[in-house]
Structures are given as structure tokens and as C-alpha cells.
């Protein structure tokens, strides 16, 4: 199977920013679709953003401040987060799909891998 380690998460002012990293070992997970969601306290997990061998998809509330990214040859995929506001408070996730195909997902039921977590705090 596909291990997903999360890093990069803390502590941040409003309007700053903060780079998280998902690190993939096992067979294939470099290649797998990729995608970050993330869950607040009490909160429902809220899909972020995706990204396949071809495209990026993400949730709205993250165009224009987010950027989903991959180092195939690292392994890595990293979530660049700028203009950050304090509803962006949350445990940051990462996980895989075991497919690789054109088209990322928001759908999180999708995903078969899952990361342990990063959080994210914004001060207002």
C-alpha cells in the first residue's frame, strides 16, 4: 500500500502563508491522483484541491491564494497556501487515489490512502 506523510503545517498570522508537503512511499503513490482536503473542528472534511498527471481541480474558496503541486521524482506533493484567513484553521490532509487517470476528484470516498494530518492554524 501507499504511505502519505504530512509536514509543513503551523502556526500563521492572517494574510500569511504556509507550504505543506505530503511525502508518498509504497508502490506506484507518486503517480496516483493526488489531493488535500482538510477538516476544522466539528466540521465536515472539505476537499481543497486535486491534481492528476494532466490537471488541477479546486474547491473555490482556494483558486487564486492555493497551488496543488507534484515532484514525481521526490515523491512529493506540496500545497502552496497564500492569503490565509482564519477559516483556513484546519487539519490539512493528503490522500491518493490507487488509479492514475486524466481527471482529479473532489469526491473524498474516492481516495483509498490517506495521510495522518498537518495542522493549520490562522490568527486573526
Known amino acids: 500500500q501507499v504511505q502519505l506523510v504530512e509536514s509543513g503545517g503551523g502556526l500563521v498570522q492572517a494574510g500569511g502563508s504556509l507550504r505543506l508537503t505530503c511525502a508518498a512511499s509504497?508502490?506506484?503513490?507518486?503517480?496516483?491522483?493526488m489531493g488535500w482536503f482538510r477538516r476544522a473542528l466539528g466540521m465536515e472534511l472539505e476537499f481543497v484541491a486535486a491534481?492528476?498527471?494532466?490537471?488541477?481541480i479546486y474547491e473555490d474558496f482556494a483558486k487564486g491564494r492555493f497551488s496543488i503541486s507534484r515532484d514525481n521524482a521526490e515523491n512529493t506533493v506540496d500545497l502552496q497556501m497564500n492569503n490565509l484567513k482564519p477559516e483556513d484553521t484546519a487539519v490539512y490532509y493528503c490522500?491518493?487515489?490507487?488509479?492514475?487517470?486524466?481527471?482529479?476528484?473532489?469526491?473524498?470516498?474516492?481516495?483509498?490512502?490517506w495521510g495522518q494530518g498537518t495542522q493549520v492554524t490562522v490568527s486573526s
Open positions: 490522500a491518493a487515489e490507487n488509479q492514475l487517470t486524466d481527471n482529479p476528484t473532489s469526491v473524498d470516498a474516492i481516495y483509498k490512502y
Open positions: 509504497g508502490r506506484s503513490g507518486s503517480n496516483y491522483n
Open positions: 491534481i492528476s498527471r494532466k490537471y488541477t
